[in-house]
């Protein structure tokens, strides 16, 4: 004969009421949505206060910019050959040809990744562009966490289920409604691109928000809920962190003086000051290899940048300017 087998009672709720809980409770919500608000800001100075100021920089300095790269490598190039030959010269080395053939060839082999680096923002198209921007990605991140979290991610924000969470939200949180389509395409982009910091940030938004219920008693509940907050007040650091650094950074700084015509004369001349210091470390250094009769190298690939502008294509001032400067 089968004995019935009576299920366990059911564990004893810890009553939410409780003014502890409560306390807790509400320092994770203010804490999350600091996060969403610090996340947010952020997220609108990428995506529309920076594109409007490099587009304003772009529409005044463009030449400017694109001269003074091109004035800054070769700069840097025959001063690095100068430098090396005059070492030599002062080691009472003599300089045959072979030498001179043999420096040349190591300061192209050093100006190697520069020239690919720059190639990649002006020659490449942007289908080329964004393949090796994955190829490097995929070398530098971790597979497994990124899978992981956009598994969880697209749990959370199926279009087929979307609507239906945000209708379920609290009173406080309907307003944020909308935000479900945002990181939903959000999460797409930032799995496309392997970009974990993007997608940790929308699996934490989204998947670490829903409070434990099945507390069994008083003391596990309030160790989860501390927890928490700690946890959220670590990634809310972060994130201030992240959002100060793009305030304090260009291009974002000169959101208000580019507007102003006394501040673009400043800045172009200064630019003007800067590419005319780079011709003449150019012509001291022409001068040096003419004297030594090492000018005449011309087994470099570099000069495939000096050709013309149509190599230096519309991602010039974000790809190379502002994060190289």
């Known amino acids: 004969m089968n004995a019935t087998t009576t299920p366990p009672p059911a564990p004893a709720s810890v009553p939410v009421t409780h003014p502890l809980l409560v306390e807790l409770r509400e320092q994770r919500?203010?804490?999350?949505?600091?996060?969403?608000?610090?996340?947010?800001?952020?997220?609108?100075?990428?995506?529309?206060?920076?594109?409007?100021?490099?587009?304003?920089?772009?529409?005044?300095?463009?030449?400017?910019?694109?001269?003074?790269?091109?004035?800054?490598?070769?700069?840097?190039?025959?001063?690095?050959?100068e430098e090396l030959f005059r070492l030599k010269l002062e080691r009472g080395e003599k300089l045959s040809a072979k030498m001179i053939e043999v420096v040349n060839t190591m300061v192209d082999r050093e100006f190697a990744r520069v020239r690919k680096r720059l190639r990649e923002a002006f020659d490449m198209s942007g289908q080329e562009r964004e393949r090796e921007a994955k190829r490097?990605?995929?070398?530098?991140?971790?597979?497994?966490?990124?899978?992981?979290m956009y598994r969880e991610v697209v749990k959370r924000l199926h279009p087929d289920v979307a609507h239906h969470i945000a209708a379920e939200q609290p009173p406080e949180a309907q307003q944020?409604?909308?935000?479900?389509?945002?990181?939903?395409?959000?999460?797409?982009?930032?799995?496309?691109?392997?970009?974990?910091?993007?997608?940790?940030?929308?699996?934490?938004?989204?998947?670490?928000?829903?409070?434990?219920?099945?507390?069994?008693?008083?003391?596990?509940?309030?160790?989860?809920?501390?927890?928490?907050?700690?946890?959220?007040?670590?990634?809310?650091?972060?994130?201030?962190?992240?959002?100060?650094?793009?305030?304090?950074?260009?291009?974002?700084?000169?959101?208000?003086?580019?507007?102003?015509?006394?501040?673009?004369?400043?800045?172009?001349k200064r630019l003007e000051q800067e590419l005319a210091a780079k011709e003449r470390d150019i012509e001291r250094a022409k001068t040096f290899l003419q004297s030594i009769n090492a000018d005449s190298w011309q087994n470099t690939p570099a000069s495939k940048d000096h050709e013309d502008g149509r190599l230096f294509n519309d991602d010039f001032l974000e790809n190379t300017y502002f994060s190289n400067r």
């Open 176 to 268: 944020h409604g909308s935000d479900f389509d945002k990181f939903w395409h959000k999460a797409q982009e930032a799995y496309k691109t392997r970009n974990t910091s993007q997608l940790r940030t929308i699996y934490e938004l989204l998947c670490l928000t829903e409070e434990r219920q099945d507390f069994r008693d008083m003391e596990s509940a309030e160790v989860y809920l501390r927890n928490e907050i700690s946890r959220l007040a670590r990634r809310l650091q972060s994130e201030e962190d992240k959002l100060r650094n793009v305030k304090t950074s260009e291009p974002y700084t000169l959101k208000d003086c580019i507007q102003q015509q006394q501040w673009r004369d400043e800045e172009t």
């Open 29 to 81: 919500k203010r804490l999350s949505a600091r996060l969403l608000e610090t996340v947010e800001e952020a997220r609108h100075i990428k995506e529309h206060v920076n594109p409007a100021v490099l587009a304003l920089y772009e529409q005044y300095f463009r030449h400017l910019e694109i001269a003074l790269q091109r004035k800054t490598l070769e700069s840097a190039e025959l001063t690095r050959r």
């Open 136 to 148: 490097r990605i995929r070398n530098a991140e971790s597979e497994g966490e990124v899978a992981r």
